[in-house]
């Protein structure tokens, strides 16, 4: 990608769930070593080029961790995703997960969609919260898929986000992941992790992407988007980041700012990084971890 790293990153090897926490914890240590990645007193402020050269370090050790990160909602093609998408504002992956297969059963087309009773459509997306405005948004989209767009989902940004609840966040997940056009994906996770790496100051998401976006090859767009909010949601958590079990501790100028001791840290590991279900319930083949239940199960 244009620059040397200091030392050539291990190799990636897959191993069952539950296998790879111990292996980040050793890895990051708690000892000098994890520690550099913090800002010494009286150390020179780091160099735009220096940045760039750590962040894209960070983004081949985090492909290395994650050579399975993909998105994690389940859908079969983009209107499923596009859907899916709408629904997880303001909750989690798995409860849209749990939720959408009844709500695809019912309706599978943006033609079936359009056609709903609100009130019959609310009932089926109730666990996802703010279901009133959901339905509205989701019906709304569908009559627009019909009317404007035969029925089929767009695949430009510029025609997605005229969609009724449908945002620049929305429109970047749908591009990358169903219609394979790169790009960045900025949610609460994504934009935390690349400000605790000092990757941008932006608080707005569309300044975010385009700073983030500067730094990274237009390839790398989409795969780097869910390799962050993997590590967001696996070890560098909001509340108690998991310090002392990150493999990329030595880069982080944030290190010390959750649980540095390993062994504490690798019990805040969540999902496959902890032995524990994913989002997905039906995850891709390469997933290590275990999928999530349905809806009402254990």
């Known amino acids: 990608m244009g620059e040397q790293a200091a030392s050539r990153p291990r190799k990636a090897t897959k191993r069952p769930a539950g296998e790879q926490a ?14 550099s990645g913090a800002k010494r007193p009286g150390a020179k402020p780091e160099s735009h080029l220096a940045m760039v050269r750590r962040a ?11 050579p399975y990160a993909h998105p994690e909602l389940d859908f079969r093609n983009p209107f499923e995703l596009l859907v899916a998408t709408v629904l997880s504002a303001q909750t989690t992956d798995l409860r849209v997960n749990q939720t959408t297969p009844a709500l ?3 309706y599978p087309t943006p033609e079936d969609m359009a056609a709903a009773v609100p009130e019959e459509m609310e009932e089926l997306i109730r666990p996802t919260g703010f279901f ?3 339905t509205k948004s989701l019906i709304g989209l569908s009559v627009a898929l019909r009317d404007r767009f035969g029925g089929e989902v767009p695949g430009r940004l510029a025609d997605l986000v005229t969609l009724p609840g449908v ?9 990358g992941n169903a219609f394979g056009v790169p790009g960045i994906t900025v949610d609460t996770h ?5 400000r605790r790496w000092k990757w941008t100051e932006q608080e707005d998401p569309e300044k975010v992407e385009a700073e983030i976006a500067a730094i990274f090859p237009k390839s790398e767009w989409t795969m780097l988007s869910h390799r962050v909010v993997f590590h967001g949601r696996r070890i560098c958590h909001a509340r108690k980041p998991a310090c002392g079990a990150c493999p990329i501790a030595p880069l982080c100028p944030a290190y010390g700012e959750g649980e540095t001791d390993p062994e504490k840290a690798r019990k805040l590991l969540k999902y496959e990084m902890g032995g524990q279900p994913g989002q997905r319930l039906s995850p891709p083949a390469d997933y290590p971890g275990k999928p999530a239940p349905p809806l009402g199960a254990g």
């Open 22 to 35: 111990p292996k980040a914890g050793a890895t990051a240590g708690a000892g000098a070593g994890a520690k």
């Open 56 to 66: 894209r370090r960070i983004n081949r050790e985090l492909a290395e961790l994650y």
């Open 104 to 106: 695809f059963a019912a």
């Open 132 to 134: 009133r405005a959901k």
């Open 167 to 175: 945002g620049r966040k929305t429109a970047n997940v749908v591009l």
């Open 190 to 194: 994504f934009g935390r992790l690349v």
